[in-house]
């Protein structure tokens, strides 16, 4: 049931945050974001 983990990840990541960071030109943060949501995500 992998593809439900994932999709429960995709739906855990703060895309409006993430699309406000590109927008302002800072895509190591946004980058940083993801990482950690995968990061605690994966510990889980």
């Known amino acids: 049931a992998w593809i439900k ?3 429960e990840l995709l739906n855990r990541i703060d895309y409006q945050r993430i699309e ?3 927008e302002e ?3 190591t ?5 993801l990482r ?3 990061l605690s995500w ?3």
């Open 29 to 33: 943060q946004a980058s940083g974001i």
């Open 20 to 22: 406000k960071i590109i």
């Open 25 to 27: 030109g800072d895509a």
């Open 36 to 38: 950690t949501s995968i």
């Open 42 to 44: 994966s510990q889980s």
């Open 5 to 7: 983990d994932l999709y």
